[in-house]
């Protein structure tokens, strides 16, 4: 996981803790929210339906005390396809490099099928783990206590310690619980140079942001299962100055599909669906880059997209990638 040489001079600010975090969990508990808001800015789509997180994003959060690179993942689920293989490998796949594995669950007592899956494919990891019971604005301060004992009995007991670092309660969205989770996190990273100098958000590249805006709103506008046979290739990202001065990014994109019958609803009724796709996608994309944007956007079909590597590596999901 390590892959990034530290870099030697200490930047400005960054003081002597460094390390690499892991957020997991069952699909749609809220972890690419919690990156977002723990870092303080927008760099993983999020949405109200599950497994929108497809692959890892890298976010580098760095202040006073150190640097923590956030790993967000796909919500843990074993899909039927090659697609499924790929986001099932992408969330577990770090969880004995990182320094430290942050497990998110939802603030219910009685603990999900998926969830006593997730705790004992834990057992078998050597990293800590911190348990994070995120939502807590969903329910009353006194619901939070049966959680708590209801997760602290799956943790199992290794050595007589405690399987879990801690266990906090958070709410991704009111940000409530969220210092103590950062206070949290850096009193068990392990003390070194930070990897990534103190400017560096997140080493997705911009067209590759973009491209997740886009599917984010297709994610959200789209009923049904429509979106989650989508993938969304940029074909064309251009700087240029206009004729005012002013600088434009030119940006074309594709949304693939994998049936004619879901092209016509994605495009909608005299391209209506497409134009609102890519009206919320350009005004984030603005504000991602800072600059205008000229957003178009075509509709191609890709049958059985999700079940093919070749395709799969192109739309950005290279199974040789992960390790
Ligand atoms: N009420 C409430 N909703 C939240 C909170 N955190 C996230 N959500 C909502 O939960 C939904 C899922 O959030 P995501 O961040 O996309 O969840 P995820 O775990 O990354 O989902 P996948 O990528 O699909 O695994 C969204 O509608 C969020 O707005 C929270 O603390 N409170
Ligand atoms: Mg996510």
């Known amino acids: 996981m390590q892959d990034t040489e530290r870099i ?77 293989e790929y986001m099932y490998r992408a969330a577990l796949g770090t969880l004995n490099e ?57 943790g199992g007991e290794e050595n007589g310690e405690e399987r879990f670092l801690d266990i906090l309660p958070v709410s991704a969205r009111t940000g409530d619980g969220v210092g103590e989770l950062l206070d949290c996190v850096f009193r068990h990273l392990p003390e070194g140079q930070p990897f990534y100098d103190e400017d560096t958000v997140t080493t997705e590249t911009e067209r590759e942001i973009a491209a997740e805006l886009i599917r984010e709103k297709a994610l959200r506008l789209l009923q049904e299962e429509v979106p989650h046979g989508i993938a969304v290739t940029i074909e064309q990202f251009k700087y240029r100055t206009r004729k005012d001065g002013r600088e434009i990014c030119d940006i074309e994109a594709s949304v693939i599909c994998e049936k004619n019958s879901h092209k016509g ?25 800072q600059t205008q944007v000229n957003l178009k956007l075509f509709v191609k079909v890709r049958k059985d997209w999700k079940d093919n590597d070749l395709q799969l590596k192109s739309f950005g999901y290279d199974m040789k990638e992960l390790r």
């Open 8 to 84: 030697t001079e200490v930047p400005g600010g960054a003081g002597n803790k460094a390390g690499f975090v892991t957020i997991i969990g069952r699909p749609n508990v809220g972890k690419s929210t919690l990156m977002n808001r723990l870092i303080g800015q927008k760099i993983a789509i999020t949405s109200y339906k599950p497994q929108t997180t497809r692959k890892r994003i890298r976010t580098v959060f760095t202040e006073d005390r150190g640097q923590i690179v956030f790993l967000d993942t796909p919500g843990i689920y074993r899909g039927a396809n090659r697609l499924g």
């Open 98 to 154: 990182v320094d430290l594995v942050l497990w998110l669950v939802t603030p219910s007592a009685s603990v999900s099928e998926e969830d006593r899956a997730i705790a004992r494919l834990l057992t078998e990891v050597k990293t800590p783990v911190l348990l994070v019971i995120n939502k807590t604005d969903t329910v009353k301060k006194e619901a939070i206590l049966p959680v708590i004992a209801a997760y602290s009995g799956l």
């Open 265 to 289: 609803i994605i495009i909608g009724r005299g391209g209506a669906m497409l134009g609102r796709i890519g009206s919320a996608a350009r005004a984030e994309i603005e504000d991602l880059l």
